[in-house]
């Protein structure tokens, strides 16, 4: 009777650790972005609506997609050094991470503010406020952090 008891056990455990790797695995796969495909398909769909919010002219929209774009791409060469280099030191690496990213932001805002009027910067900045926190601007399936 005992060691039926330990195999339930056993087997729960397993059950749990074979859910656990499949909603992490698929929770990496969100954050991590996939593929470049899925990538650029993300992007795409964002600029889109990036478009449409700060009412982009036809000059303005190539000018500033490359812009965005770039600011992308180096995000990533960023995330991947990071990972490459197994996190790091922990909070250290993360603190590093972040200054990092605040400084691309303030370069990418410095770049789009020679394309953009001073209405659109601010449209811009709420758009990408919305976005960090979870509101309209977060691409479907990435869900809202609690």
Do not use: C
Not at 84 to 98: D, E, K, P, T, Y
Request: net charge positive.
């Amino acid at each position: 009777m005992r060691s039926k008891t330990q195999f339930l056990s056993f087997l729960f455990l397993i059950a749990i650790m074979v859910v656990g790797t499949a909603v992490s695995s698929s929770a990496q796969g969100r954050r991590g972005g996939g593929t470049p495909e899925e990538q650029k398909a993300a992007f795409d769909a964002n600029f889109g609506e990036l478009t449409t919010t700060l009412a982009l002219t036809e000059d303005q929209s190539p000018k500033v997609k490359a812009i965005l774009w770039t600011a992308q791409e180096k995000r990533q060469e960023l995330m991947a050094s990071l990972r490459g280099s197994g996190g790091g030191a922990g909070n250290l690496a993360r603190n590093g991470m972040r200054e990092k990213m605040a400084e691309m932001d303030k370069e990418t805002l410095a770049s789009l503010t020679e394309v953009l009027t001073a209405d659109q910067i601010k449209k811009y900045e709420t758009f990408q406020a919305s976005r960090q926190r979870g509101g309209q601007g977060r691409r479907p399936g990435q869900g809202n952090p609690q």
